[in-house]
């Protein structure tokens, strides 16, 4: 099975920061990436899928970038409500996620 | 407003049984694929399981298949989770979320989700 892995698994950060968190595939997956953000406590959240394509309603400081097997979501300008934990997933079978990245104050 | 909102959670003993519901309203349920994702307290996101929209196909955890059986009813708009002789391992929260196929799979609704403690 194709493993998805993301780093760092903790990012402390201040509001307005740029903040980037990378996901690597352990094989080739073209753009078959989505991100996700869950609070907890809250239902997830979907962020960008085909790796790069903003989900409808997300705020414009979301972008993702990528294909093959390295991907990155970046916050272009931290906000308060941005402090969360943040899961890349594979888009085909068996839709695998990576461990998150917490991003904290 | 689509809304995705699960039930039946609770504990449950090593061995015993549990059938989780998901009630999807505010979109046409029969059209999409469904799944259930859990998250075990302190881990990330693990998807479990889908179901096509006709429930003609299916697809399992390599960790529950055998034991959990994924399926709905499009006339009440509901997904299910039947989980048979449940382990420790298998406490987590329950989510349920909407599949869209455009190209690729994305799930773009989630409900709450409800909690399941195996335990003795």
């Known amino acids: 099975d194709i493993q998805m892995t993301q780093s760092p698994s903790t990012l402390s950060a201040s509001v307005g920061d740029r903040v980037t968190i990378t996901c690597r595939a352990s094989?080739?997956?073209?753009?078959?990436l989505n991100w996700y953000q869950h609070i907890p406590g809250k239902a997830p959240n979907l962020l960008i899928y085909?790796?790069?394509t903003l989900q409808s309603g997300v705020p414009s400081r979301f972008s993702g970038s990528g294909s093959g097997t390295d991907f990155t979501l970046t916050i272009s300008s931290l906000q308060p409500q941005d402090f969360a934990t943040y899961y890349c997933?594979?888009?085909?079978?068996?839709?695998?996620f990576g461990q998150g990245t917490t991003v904290e104050i | 407003e689509v809304q995705l909102v699960e039930s039946g959670g609770g504990l449950v003993q090593p061995g015993g049984s549990l059938r989780l519901s998901c009630a999807a309203s505010?979109?046409?349920?029969?059209?999409?694929?469904m799944s259930w994702v859990r998250q075990a307290p302190g881990k990330g996101l693990e998807f479990v399981a889908n179901?096509?929209?006709?429930?003609?196909?299916?697809f399992y955890l390599d960790s529950v298949r055998g034991r959990f059986t994924i399926s709905r009813d499009n006339a009440k708009n509901s997904l299910y989770l039947q989980i048979s002789n449940p382990r420790a391992e298998d406490t987590a929260v329950y989510y349920c979320?909407?599949?869209?196929?455009?190209?690729?799979?994305?799930?773009?609704?989630w409900g709450q989700g409800t909690l399941v403690t195996v335990s003795s």
């Open positions: 094989q080739t997956i073209s753009t078959y």
């Open positions: 997933q594979l888009s085909y079978v068996p839709w695998t």
């Open positions: 085909a790796a790069s």
């Open positions: 179901i096509k929209p006709d429930g003609s196909e299916r």
């Open positions: 505010g979109f046409t349920f029969s059209g999409f694929w």
């Open positions: 979320a909407r599949i869209v196929v455009v190209v690729t799979e994305l799930f773009d609704y």
